[in-house]
């Protein structure tokens, strides 16, 4: 393998990539990032090498490519295949499409109509994938080059100028000026709490210990949030670039990229990434001949969320259990085994290589006057295009759910948007016209957050959603600190009986005030932020407190206590489907017998509402009313006018 | 698990107290659970006393004390999950195979988990049963997909 030791041998390798790829070859790009793998993407990938063969195109070296790449976020249409260089978008391809792609698309040149998008609305076919409205609503700088590398390949990402920032930052500028272009560019941490990014690397640097560290947060632990996975698992280099860049402008010699174990793609792409910058000379002694050393490795986290707090990963990091604690002092003074740490998110480190290249302008060029650059989101729950989307600060919740996530899938009612994760809020309708940025969501009671981005419909009860993210947090609460630790867990027991028909009056206030006490006393973010999901909820929809609360009422039909199933009579048609259907067998009926449901046995999973044909509609939920009488066991029989 | 393996993980780390994480997480991916004869060995190689071996693998979800049964079943509990019925699955699992999350049944058939995100949000609700991925689940098809697993 070369080592590069210079930006001139860089760019000379670079050529030398370039010359060697046409980009006339037909090359067929496939995500196998993790949500297109769930759908089988391996299967396509293997079939359309096969297929390739078999149609003869292997036999001549370098007809056509397949290329495997990280995730381009389009998750609900996937397995997702691009192919170059007309850009010919398919979308939820199978196996068995792969002799069509070789024959029609590749030799042919011809479009498969049934693998494009389709306009929902004007029925108009789309081919390009730019043009795919989820994609020509976004801005994708860091998420865009996905589909366009191998992620487990140097040569792709130099073929895209990868490492040209490195370069010019190593042997162009000085530490001070590359920190100085950070501080310019407005860049703003992309984890959550959007602290100045210039600003904390300053710290760091400026600490007067000789030994410092950096290190990658890779602890995605939002669930509903995988931006940062995709980040690692589809452009590695990205990100370790970044990260070198960094370590320059702060003068450490060694980082680590912390990434919870629960994402072993992202592992294993970012340690290939590691080893191969190696050995092109992109880490270890005398980088590109600048003279500056730095090492990298990889650590994985053991399944706790609080280890995403970085005085919590630090302990992590050293082999203890996560626990955070007190700052002051700051990692930037006292971090990684008492030494200056400099600890920023994924994402954060991928916009550094863009600032290097393109000026501080490039960043402070797009977004807000607080919220400079692109954030990317990860746009889950009801809504009819789940993926990551990468959008300008600034732009309006309304086009994030509408344009690019084409709105609410089978007709239903927007209700909330979450953003934040466990320590972010639900955002109701009459704000979906606020700019996002950091300030303007946290005046709406929510957080940016890491981006993810959860949007619910009337089927969802935000009760239920308070009383999720309590859960979950109670269980992640490392106990360290008592406000967090039964602060958390006493709201929980409130709203577990606000769910169950036991809510009390005074309940919401008694919320608001260990809300209050939560806040303010914990130790670290997890507990500061915690009461947010349960002081939202309450500010928007304090009326389905009250209907559970007064009524026994869950107006979204979720809270399994107050809910119950009923078939009518007078419209079941005894065709048995329900009854089959009953995972606990707590449906009663026959052929020519109408159904009843046994409450004693129902676990209320909803099985016989789904599977209940639209056109009879016999299976009802209930709420916050008594059931019927049963019917009587004669009028339950069903007499059948004879087909004949 | 055979002493040469363990020894093997506990020497590709740092011979200190800082490893114990990642040495613990190695061979909780081999083993699939943490047997005590294991701990001790990481425990002396390690210098790292037995109890904050155990303050360790009691704060951290990855590992476990117990033998795991023949298929682990994760159930996704993410928001995107929740909001789409997560809770009905499990509750239905739970059922079927009467154990709870955390839970190893007594013929080591299942053991039953629920996670907090695994990023496929897009097939919500799903479940991961030995690593294959069950997307767009509802209570009934649970059912379907468990049988397939003996």
């Not at chain 1, 029925?123 to 801005?139: C, L």
């Not at chain 1, 162009?172 to 590359?178: D, I, K, R, S």
């Not at chain 1, 904390?200 to 939002?222: C, H, L, M, Q």
Request: aromatic fraction near 6%.
């Amino acid at each position: 393998m070369p080592r590069i030791n210079s930006p001139a041998e860089l760019e000379k390798f670079r050529k030398d990539i370039l010359s060697k790829r046409d980009p006339n070859r037909p090359c067929v790009a496939v995500c196998t990032g993790t949500g297109c793998l769930a759908l089988g993407a391996a299967k396509v990938v293997t079939a359309l090498k096969e297929e390739i063969k078999k149609q003869g195109l292997a036999t001549k070296v370098d007809v056509v490519d397949v290329r495997e790449t990280g995730c381009p976020g389009f998750c609900e249409r996937g397995p997702l295949v691009v192919i170059y260089p007309e850009e010919t978008c398919y979308l939820q391809v199978q196996p068995g499409d792969a002799e069509e792609i070789v024959s029609q698309t590749i030799l042919a040149k011809k479009v498969i109509d049934r693998l494009v998008y389709v306009d929902p609305i004007t029925g108009e076919k789309i081919v390009r994938e730019s043009e795919i409205p989820f994609y020509k609503n976004q801005m994708r700088h860091l998420i865009g080059n996905n589909i366009k590398i191998d992620p487990k390949s140097i040569d792709d990402y130099l073929a895209v100028g990868g490492y040209s920032a490195l370069a010019k930052a190593l042997c162009q500028v000085t530490p001070e000026q590359v920190v100085g272009l950070v501080k310019d560019s407005n860049l703003r941490g992309r984890g959550g709490a959007g602290f100045p990014t210039g600003r904390k690397w300053e710290f760091t640097r400026n600490s007067p210990e000789k030994t410092k560290y950096v290190i990658v947060n890779a602890d995605e632990g939002d669930p509903g949030a995988f931006m940062d996975r995709a980040l690692l698992e589809g452009n590695p280099h990205s990100v370790l670039e970044g990260l070198t860049i960094g370590a320059y402008a702060i003068g450490a010699h060694e980082g680590y990229f912390y990434v919870r174990q629960e994402y072993p793609l992202a592992v294993e792409n970012v340690t290939i990434a590691i080893r191969k910058a190696e050995d092109y000379g992109f880490l270890g002694k005398n980088i590109l001949g600048s003279g500056f050393d730095f090492t990298v490795k990889v650590r994985w986290g053991a399944g706790a969320f609080v280890c995403g707090e970085e005085t919590a990963l630090l302990m992590s990091l050293e082999g203890k259990a996560g626990e955070p604690r007190a700052r002051p002092p700051y990692p930037a003074v006292k971090g990684l085994w008492g030494k200056p740490t400099n600890i920023n998110n994924v994402e954060t480190w991928a916009n550094v290589p863009l600032i290097i290249n393109n000026g501080a302008g490039f960043l402070t060029s797009i977004g807000t006057e607080g919220s400079k650059g692109t954030k990317i989101f990860s746009l889950v729950g009801k809504v009819n295009n789940t993926g990551l989307v990468e959008v300008p600060m600034g732009i309006t919740l309304r086009d994030i759910v509408y344009k690019v996530g084409g709105g609410i899938p089978g007709g239903k009612k927007f209700k909330a948007v979450q953003t934040g994760g466990p320590s972010g809020g639900c955002i109701p309708e009459k704000y979906l016209d606020i700019e996002v940025d950091f300030d303007e969501l946290k005046k709406v009671g929510a957080i940016m957050g890491s981006g993810g981005m959860i949007v619910m419909d009337e089927d969802t009860c935000m009760v239920d959603v308070a009383r999720y993210f309590l859960n979950f947090l109670t269980g992640e609460s490392c106990g360290k600190c008592s406000p967090c630790r039964e602060g958390i867990r006493q709201m929980l027991k409130i709203l577990t009986n606000i769910s169950k028909g036991k809510g009390r009056e005074g309940d919401i206030e008694l919320l608001e005030e260990l809300s209050e006490a939560t806040r303010d006393a914990s130790l670290c973010a997890l507990g500061g932020s915690a009461p947010n999901p349960v002081l939202s909820t309450i500010r928007y929809f304090r009326d389905e407190y009250e209907a559970h609360i007064k009524e026994k009422r869950c107006p979204a039909y979720v809270c399994k206590e107050l809910i119950s199933y009923h078939i009518d009579p007078d419209k079941c048609q005894a065709c048995m489907i329900c009854l089959r259907k009953c995972p606990a067998e707590a449906i009663a009926g026959d052929k020519n017998q109408i159904h009843v449901i046994d409450q004693d046995k129902c676990t209320k999973c909803g099985t016989c509402f789904e599977v209940c044909p639209s056109r009879f509609g016999a299976v009802r939920r209930l709420s916050g009313e008594p059931l019927p009488p049963p019917i009587p066991e004669e009028a339950r029989i069903i007499v059948r006018k004879s087909k004949g | 698990m055979d002493n040469d393996k363990i020894d093997k993980i506990i020497d590709k780390y740092p011979n200190d107290p800082s490893s114990l994480i990642q040495v613990l997480l190695e061979i909780q991916s081999e083993n699939r659970w943490l047997p005590r004869e294991a701990l001790k060995k990481v425990s002396k190689k390690l210098k790292v006393p037995l109890n904050r071996i155990q303050h360790i693998i009691t704060f951290y979800k990855a590992f476990s004390v117990v033998p795991k049964g023949r298929h682990e079943v994760h159930v996704c509990t993410g928001t995107a999950c929740h909001v789409r019925g997560a809770q009905r699955v499990l509750d239905t699992v739970q059922d079927l195979i009467g154990i709870k999350p955390g839970e190893t049944d007594q013929d080591l058939r299942f053991s039953l988990e629920t996670v907090n995100c695994v990023g496929c949000c897009a097939l919500g609700p799903v479940m991961v049963i030995d690593g294959e991925y069950h997307g767009k689940m509802a209570p009934a098809k649970s059912e379907d997909v468990l049988k397939n697993y003996e």
